[in-house]
């Protein structure tokens, strides 16, 4: 079965946004695994608060202006 884990900032991406990305990386591994993967593919999003990562010695908070409408 094939897997793929994606961590984003929280608020980053809409709904609309997660499913495009789901149906995406699903038609990308079944042109690889073939259809019979289709039903067996598992996309996760995972959003990752705001203070709980940190990138160079920081702690990450999303801007504003990055945050996903709607």
Same mark, same amino acid.
């Given at each position: 079965m094939?897997? +793929?884990n994606i961590k984003t900032p929280e608020a980053a991406? %809409?709904?609309?946004q997660k499913?495009?990305?789901i149906h995406r990386v699903t038609d990308m591994l079944t042109e690889y695994f073939t259809?019979?993967?289709r039903p067996h %593919?598992? +996309?996760l999003i995972e959003e990752v608060r705001d203070g709980g990562y940190g990138r160079a010695d920081a702690v990450y +908070?999303?801007?504003d202006a990055w945050r996903a409408e709607g």
């Open positions: 094939p897997f +793929v991406l %809409t709904r609309a499913e495009d990305i259809e019979a993967a %593919t598992m +996309v +908070v999303t801007p």
